[in-house]
Every structure is written in C-alpha cells, then in structure tokens.
C-alpha cells in the first residue's frame, strides 16, 4: 500500500546513491605508488648518502693530517746530520761531550715513528718519504722492514722521476739484503721494470739524453747491488752503463755520470779471490742520484761474509 501526501499525491521515493567503490588498500597498492613508503626509502638513502660522504670526508682529513706528520718526521730525520755537522763544526778545538749518541737514539726514535706513520697510511703514503724511511731502517738494520718500505715505495710511485728511483732503490735493497734466492730475482726484476721506464713514459722516451742518462745510473745502481756479491755481474753492468754514459753526460745532471762511471771501473779492480768487491773499495758517490741528479737513498754496503766487514 503506497502512502499519500497530505493533498493527496503519491509520495515518490527518495533517489538511491549508487555504492561507493571499495577504498584502495594501502597495502595491496605497489610500493612505488606508497608515499609513505617512498619518503621512508628517500630519507634513508638521504641518510645514507651523508653519512658515507662524511665518513669519506673525515677518512681524507685523516689520511691528509698522518700525511703531514710523516713529511714532518721525515724531514726532522733529514736535518739531523746538518744540526750534527754544524755544532761539530761551532765546537771545533773546545772540549765538548760527545752528542753522538744522542742524534743517534733521536734519529732510531724518528725513524720508528715514521714507520708506524708509512705503514698506517699505505698506499697514501709519497714514495719519496717512503724512500728515506727505507733509507733509515736499513742504516738501524732493520733490513725486513726496509725492503717493506722500498716495495711500498716502488707501488705508489705515480710519477717518472719517483718511479725510477724507487725502482732502482728497490732493486739494489732486494739483491744487496736478500736472505733467499728469490728476493734477489725481485731486485732483478725491478732493476728490468727501470730499464723499462720508457715504455710507460714515453715523453721521457723521446728525449735520447734524458733516457740515454736514466738507464746509465741505473746500470750503475745494478752494478753496485751486486758488487758485495758477484764481481763478474757488477762487471757485466758496468759495460752495459758505459753504452749511455757519454750520451748520458748531455742529459740533467749528466756532468757526474762520468766520473761516477770510472770511479766504479777503478774500484772493481779490487775485487778479492772470491769475486767480491771489499768494503773499503766502495765507492761512495757511485749510483746515488736519482732521475734528475737528485739524491735517491740507497741501503749502505753489505757486510762481507761471516758477518764482518773487511
């Protein structure tokens, strides 16, 4: 029975809504399409991001400041015979104390400190600092930690002038100290990478005096790695040197390649019966420069057999 209006019409029925579609559930949607998730996952790797970049930044300070103190050490143990010198010098003829062993202990102290500085920093550690850390070990004969220091050096070496030098440094380390067979086929096969220093700097190459000069000193430095051993091989060397010498007088620095060369071809005159060249004929300033004619440490002259030197 349909109702009546009060004047009599037919009441029409109230019009129906259609049905709301079901509302979305945030978990079935993907999650690229979750803001909630989406936020989330940016303010992590945001996050993420600074704190890799600060850890990265703080790593370099670090890495920066133990640079500094190992410059600062190395060049400390540097001027410790120039102080030694002058006041030896300043107290000629006055009745002073012997501070001998103190610069000694002092340098022992420093050179330790540094080796803790060059291993901490690894590769970030220059190869010319390594270079004289090596050069000071071996003098304290710390011969293991010395050829450390040179193989380091030799790795990290970046360009053509440290790449020689370490190099060569490495090769007369690992021959002359070598306790096995192999240790001394390293020093050869770093002695082989320095003749070959052209073909990875070809700039250098290209310059005849300036490579003629570079495999001169380091035929040079083979032969004085090997003159405490082998005479016939320090020989052998010394030939090869003599083929660059006099295109190596041309080159930087080349005024002392000649000297240096008959320096060693008269000290080898005095190798013993057993193929050995006596301490006391060493020459000193042979094969000590670098590329460039800059100093380039090496380790001092081994002592002859059964533990003495001659």
């Known amino acids: 029975m349909s109702s009546s209006s009060p004047n009599g019409t037919e009441a029409q029925p109230a019009p129906q809504l259609p049905p ?92 330790l400190e540094a080796y803790t500085l060059a291993r901490r920093l690894g590769n970030g550690a220059p190869a010319p600092e390594l270079m004289n850390v090596a050069m000071n070990l071996a003098s304290f004969e710390n011969y293991p930690a010395a050829k450390q220091m040179y193989k380091q050096a030799a790795s990290v070496a970046d360009n053509f002038s440290d790449e020689v030098s370490a190099l060569r440094n490495l090769g007369v380390a690992m021959i002359r100290l070598a306790q096995t067979d192999h240790e001394r086929a390293e020093g050869e096969q770093a002695f082989e990478k320095a003749m070959d220093i052209g073909a990875k700097y070809p700039e250098v190459a290209r310059n005849p005096d300036e490579i003629a000069y570079t495999h001169a000193l380091t035929q040079l430095a083979w032969t004085d790695a090997w003159s405490g051993f082998d005479c016939t091989k320090s020989e052998f060397h010394l030939q090869q040197a003599d083929k660059f010498v006099q295109a190596a007088a041309n080159g930087p620095g080349g005024g002392q390649i000649v000297p240096d060369a008959e320096a060693w071809h008269q000290a080898l005159r005095h190798c013993d019966d057993h193929g050995r060249l006596p301490s006391r004929w060493y020459p000193i300033m042979g094969a000590v420069r670098g590329a460039g004619g800059q100093p380039a440490p090496v380790p001092p002259p081994p002592p002859a057999p059964g533990g003495s030197k001659e």
């Open 20 to 111: 709301l579609p079901p509302a979305a559930s945030t978990a079935d949607a993907p999650w690229w399409k979750n803001a909630a998730v989406l936020i989330a996952a940016l303010a992590f790797v945001l996050s993420l991001a600074t704190s890799l970049i600060s850890a990265y930044t703080a790593h370099q300070k670090d890495v920066h400041d133990q640079q500094a103190a190992l410059s600062a050490v190395v060049e400390k143990l540097l001027q410790i015979p120039v102080t030694e010198t002058t006041l030896l010098a300043s107290a000629s003829g006055r009745n002073t104390p012997n501070l001998g062993p103190v610069f000694t202990e002092q340098s022992r102290m420093l050179t």
